[in-house]
């Protein structure tokens, strides 16, 4: 593991953190490689509910790819594959992850930094916040996957600002075009309702968080490769836990209720 991307545990928290200040945590093979191991630890760990993600320094989220090593990491035979796949693994990890992902946006949101944070289930900012996608300055290209995840939440318009018209999104824009779900003002303010969402979604029931989040990434599939089936599963479980009775129980004797997960 790299020291280039943290990670720790607070209870039902799980923090991954981008750890690059100096380029404004822009994301080096080794920190795409990083990710992968730390969502596999999260995601096989049942105390842990909801994932956080951040840029450490206060200035940057992620500020796009680390441009210093496309010649070392990204030039040589099969090299641009290797790359892209060890980035797509990072991505898909972190959208297909079991737990509700937060994407903390204090700064900085650029390129990879966009794909990550499309990849999370949740977007909260800061007031000083700045999104972009500069692909057309690097020549570069993105894959279904990629371009899809950030369609699903801005769609075709504002994606096409942002990629051919070069445009960068204030947090105020962003927004308005549903790419973050709320603008804070940085520092306190921010940290606070980063603490207390987190805190909330780990609180609350596992398996109603994993059927919702399952059956809306079913919604946005094709209709040949949803499974439908899983979905009334899953919403049958939920109704049967202990976790339901346990809710309904807590709400009537007007005390916080405490899940398991069963």
């Not at 346990?246 to 009537?252: L, S």
Request: charged share 25%; proline share 3%; aromatic share 8%.
């Amino acid at each position: 593991m790299t020291d280039k991307i943290l990670s720790r545990k607070d209870g039902p928290i799980g923090h991954m953190i981008f750890n690059n200040p100096d380029k404004l945590n822009a994301i080096s093979l080794e920190m795409w490689e990083g990710m992968s191991t730390i969502m596999a630890d999260f995601e096989s760990d049942p105390v842990i509910r909801v994932i956080v993600i951040s840029g450490a320094g206060g200035v940057s989220f992620i500020a796009g790819a680390d441009v210093s090593k496309y010649e070392e990491e990204r030039m040589g035979e099969n090299a641009q594959e290797h790359y892209a796949q060890t980035g797509e693994r990072g991505l898909s990890a972190i959208y297909n992850s079991t737990k509700v992902t937060i994407a903390a946006i204090d700064g900085w949101c650029i390129g990879g930094g966009i794909s990550v944070a499309v990849s999370c289930d949740l977007r909260y900012c800061s007031s000083k916040s700045k999104f972009g996608q500069p692909a057309m300055r690097y020549g570069i290209g993105y894959r279904y996957k990629s371009l899809s995840r950030l369609v699903d939440i801005i769609g075709v318009p504002a994606s096409k600002d942002m990629l051919l018209g070069g445009l960068q999104f204030t947090a105020e824009e962003a927004y308005a075009k549903g790419l973050v779900g709320r603008v804070l003002a940085e520092g306190e303010e921010f940290d606070a309702f980063i603490k207390k969402t987190a805190s909330q979604i780990a609180g609350g029931a596992p398996l109603t968080a994993e059927q919702i989040k399952y059956t809306l990434a079913t919604i946005l599939k094709d209709p040949a490769d949803r499974d439908l089936a899983k979905c009334e599963e899953m919403f049958q479980t939920c109704y049967a836990s202990s976790d339901y009775k346990e809710g309904i129980r807590a709400f009537a004797e007007k005390r916080k209720p405490v899940f398991t997960g069963s």
